[in-house]
């Protein structure tokens, strides 16, 4: 049986031939912190204080949220210090597995997850854009076929992903520079927004509500309705559901191994990327989830005429950064709420674009995939790849599906994850000898901790939410029988 060190040893040689090594320890940071931060943040607390209730159990979210996030970067730590090769999680999963697991990882990638993020936030960049140019929006309709419309946000968002596809198509250069500028200008404005909302958004009245009955006691005693926070059993299952958006927003920390062959000295440069980016995220986000804290209530009636009578809970839309943004500097910083989630999705798009397409070229190269996509144009990088990633991406863009699909994988995702961290232990059986450049920190006992608490929200959901649990099974299930009956096609191409 060829040796596993000859396997590696030969694919990065193949990857000489044509990626280019460009992406340094920055670039890389650029791209964790850059595809972490899209639109998330911006919304999803209303609906965890809606979930979990209190100003603490909010707070309690992020943090379990952000020390998952960051064990589960120090545990692929390991795997990407000895597989440093384009593909990231995919050639993980087949070493620690097998190519069937590996594969059943990139089709769900390709079908729903990471096509899936491109639209949804693509779309999120054309709504946003609407706020300063009223052009664009999803009842401005251009024109109706087969019963649907297609509006000027859906134009905007198509036409994103084109030209942003079109950037990465001209080199990994090209890519990282739009992620460098985009995703630097993004970090200062969201530490400004913080500076500013602890300097001048401090506001008596909500720092009265939500830190004098920190954890709902005054309301339990009083009986508050809507306001008496989960209790037991209730509670941890509370927070695992509520958790799920949380974790969301602090998704594709893991994208940069995807571009391995691509990384100035990958096996520390991507180690130190997802551990560095993943802790200013996990920072960033706390922080702003307490700035909302210190400006609006959490509780508040939906019919309310303002934003600090609705609260958090009830902000329009879910929009809290908005609501927070509007209550600290009215109309005009509202604009730059806007411009700033504009800078988020665009960046955040950027990224997802870029690493995408490297898991679909490992793919190929396997003999999984259209050969097609296993090759590298003139410029390095799988533009095949690339385009075929936009196209799906555009499409989901005009079904219209993509938000249903997002919420259909969320365990099928966490399900990868956890196998992901479990191939930690697996590989440390089955190749004991293998050079381990890292080590995960504290292993066995945060991998394991990992596992535990990412299996306990997988159970959680799939008892509380079966609407959007068994729907991502049977998308990743459906992969099995395009393996086995499409593969020895795709095999086929590349041996040709």
């Not at 193949?14 to 943040?41: C, H, N, P, Q, W």
């Not at 693509?122 to 076929?145: D, K, Y």
């Not at 958090?312 to 927070?324: E, F, L, P, Q, S």
Request: glycine share 10%.
């Amino acid at each position: 049986m060829e040796d596993l060190q000859e396997r590696i040893a030969k694919t990065s040689e193949k990857s000489k031939e044509g990626f280019k090594r460009e992406i340094t320890l920055f670039d890389a940071i650029m791209i964790v912190t850059g595809g972490m931060i899209g639109s998330g943040i911006f919304i999803v607390t209303a609906d965890i204080s809606r979930t979990v209730v209190t100003p603490g159990n909010m707070l309690l979210v992020w943090v379990l949220s952000g020390f998952l996030t960051m064990v589960g970067a120090i545990s692929y730590g390991e795997l990407s210090s000895m597989f440093p090769n384009v593909g990231g999680q995919y050639v993980y999963l087949k070493e620690a597995f097998n190519k069937m697991v590996a594969f059943l990882y990139g089709w769900t990638l390709f079908l729903v997850i990471q096509t899936g993020i491109i639209a949804a936030v693509a779309v999120a960049f054309a709504r946003f854009t609407g706020v300063i140019i009223p052009w664009f929006s999803e009842s401005n309709a251009l024109f109706s076929f087969a019963g649907r419309n297609f509006t000027t946000v859906q134009l905007l968002a198509i036409t994103s992903i084109i030209y942003l596809t079109y950037i990465n198509s001209r080199g990994v250069k090209s890519g990282k520079l739009i992620q460098n500028i985009f995703g630097s200008t993004k970090l200062i404005a969201l530490f400004g927004l913080i500076l500013f909302g602890f300097l001048f958004g401090i506001n008596e009245t909500a720092v009265q509500a939500n830190f004098s009955d920190f954890w709902g006691e005054a309301a339990t005693a009083a009986g508050t309705p809507d306001e008496i926070p989960p209790t037991g059993w209730a509670f941890i299952s509370a927070i695992g559901i509520a958790m799920v958006g949380a974790l969301f927003s602090s998704d594709s920390w893991n994208n940069i191994g995807f571009s391995g062959d691509e990384i100035v000295n990958p096996k520390r440069t991507i180690v130190m990327s997802m551990v560095i980016g993943s802790g200013i995220v996990t920072v960033i986000y706390l922080l702003i989830n307490l700035v909302y804290l210190l400006v609006l209530p959490i509780n508040g009636d939906p019919a309310a005429a303002d934003a600090i009578g609705q609260g958090i809970k009830h902000a329009t839309n879910d929009r809290v950064a908005t609501a927070v943004a509007d209550v600290i500097g009215g109309y005009p910083a509202t604009i730059a709420i806007a411009i700033l989630i504009m800078i988020s999705t665009f960046g955040c798009n950027n990224g997802a674009i870029l690493s995408g397409a490297r898991v679909y070229y490992a793919i190929a190269k396997d003999g999984l995939f259209f050969q097609r996509m296993g090759h590298l144009n003139k410029n390095g990088v799988p533009a095949a790849a690339l385009w075929l990633q936009c196209i799906w991406a555009c499409a989901l863009c005009l079904s219209g599906s993509y938000g249903q699909l997002l919420d259909y994988v969320i365990f099928a995702v966490m399900l990868f994850y956890i196998l992901t961290i479990a191939g930690v232990f697996v590989l440390r059986v089955k190749r004991p000898d293998l050079p381990r450049p890292y080590k995960a920190f504290g292993y066995p006992i945060l991998p394991a901790l990992y596992i535990l608490l990412a299996s306990a929200i997988c159970i959680t959901l799939l008892i509380y939410k079966p609407y959007f649990t068994w729907p991502g099974l049977i998308i990743v299930g459906l992969g099995i029988p395009v393996y086995y009956f499409f593969g020895s096609k795709f095999k086929s191409e590349a041996a040709s």
